[in-house]
């Protein structure tokens, strides 16, 4: 079993940056493909970015050169950097690890880029 939390959203202007934090509790952190997802009210969520176990990324096109995704084993955490936000990109923001067909959700956290 994995509990994850996020933490980081908040209100940023267009053009800001935010870091988004996902820290895991649990074992073998190291062993589990995790990604960042997005909702926006009316929308189905989707897809930002995701980085395997060892390591590879990838990202949706919508945010291709203005996000990353890295993770630290050591400390039980996956990160989202995110630069030159748009409106667009308000959603809330959702953590996920997968293993097999083990699937863990942490409970969001708000983005909302806005003037």
């Known amino acids: 079993q994995v509990q994850l939390v996020e933490s980081g959203g908040g209100l940023v202007q267009p053009g800001g940056s935010l870091t988004l934090s996902c820290a895991a509790s649990g074992s073998f952190f190291s062993i589990y493909h995790l990604g960042w997802y997005r909702q926006a009210p009316g929308n189905q969520r989707e897809l930002v970015a995701r980085?395997?176990?060892?390591?590879?990324?990838n990202y949706a096109d919508s945010v291709k050169g203005r996000f990353t995704i890295s993770r630290d084993n050591a400390k039980n955490t996956v990160y989202l950097q995110m630069n030159s936000l748009k409106p667009e990109d308000t959603a809330v923001y959702y953590c996920n690890a997968q293993i097999g067909t083990a699937a863990y959700w942490g409970q969001g956290t708000q983005v909302t880029v806005s003037s």
């Open positions: 980085i395997s176990s060892g390591g590879s990324t």
